[in-house]
């Protein structure tokens, strides 16, 4: 049975610093291109880091330059450090191969408020 775990999320304030990590169950995270997606309630997910399985990253402009993803594969584990914080970064977040599976986990939740 395949499943990603997802844990790390916590309430935060706005320039504040979070590691959300995301551990494969039933699937190696290192034969995909893993990536990170947030959803708030009503709104779409959206993918908003991925890395390739050579390495490669890509980020969505809204988390460019504050946002970094990796992977430890001898862990199983994908990584999402979250630095300076900002209160529309508040989600829900999730990982799965960056072409998504049905696989959804629970998700952790981060909330970014003073």
């Known amino acids: 049975q395949v499943q990603y775990v997802e844990s790390g999320g916590g309430l935060v304030q706005p320039g504040g610093s979070l590691r959300l990590s995301c551990v494969g169950s039933?699937?190696?995270?290192?034969?995909?291109?893993m990536g990170w997606y947030r959803q708030n309630p009503g709104k779409q997910r959206e993918l908003v880091a991925r890395?390739?399985?050579?390495?490669?990253?890509n980020y969505a402009d809204s988390v460019k330059g504050r946002f970094t993803i990796s992977r430890d594969n001898a862990k199983n584990t994908v990584y999402l450090q979250m630095n300076n914080l900002k209160p529309e970064d508040t989600a829900v977040y999730y990982c799965?191969?960056?072409?998504?599976?049905?696989?959804w986990g629970q998700g952790t939740q981060v909330i970014v408020s003073s």
């Open positions: 799965n191969p960056d072409v998504p599976t049905k696989y």
């Open positions: 039933g699937s190696r995270v290192s034969i995909y291109g």
């Open positions: 890395i390739s399985i050579s390495g490669a990253t």
